[in-house]
Nanobody, 112 residues
Framework: QVQLVESGGGLVQPGGSLRLSCVVSGFTFSRSPMSWYRQAPGKEREFVARITSTGANTNYRDSVKDRFTISRDNAKNTLYLQMNSLKPEDTAIYYC?????WGQGTQVTVSS
């Protein structure tokens, strides 16, 4: 069955960095565009970043441009999100999306 498993979240101070991972199984990862979304408490889930199947093209929500980088390793069936210069407003549960399926999410908390 399709599985997406996120990891790498945690508590970090403002200005810090985290790298999220999403390991995928059950579908052909190398042919699938992938995305990261996030959901903050009391808010709707929102788009963060997307990457094409080959990794050649990416796009981001405006508030994370120049701070976050989405990437993938098709040999490892793994999607990444490198997050730098983190801000308190980045606090949310981060989810990966692929092949119409969601992972369980990983919590990112940015606080001093």
């Amino acid at each position: 069955q399709v599985q997406l498993v996120e990891s790498g979240g945690g508590l970090v101070q403002p200005g810090g960095s985290l790298r999220l991972s999403c390991v995928v199984s059950g579908f052909t990862f190398s042919r699938s565009p992938m995305s990261w979304y996030r959901q903050a408490p009391g808010k709707e889930r929102e788009f963060v970043a997307r990457i094409t199947s080959t990794g050649a093209n990416t796009n981001y929500r405006d508030s994370v441009k120049d701070r976050f980088t989405i990437s993938r390793d098709n040999a490892k069936n793994t999607l990444y999100l490198q997050m730098n210069s983190l801000k308190p407003e980045d606090t949310a549960i981060y989810y990966c999306l692929g092949y119409g399926s969601w992972g369980q999410g990983t919590q990112v908390t940015v606080s001093s």
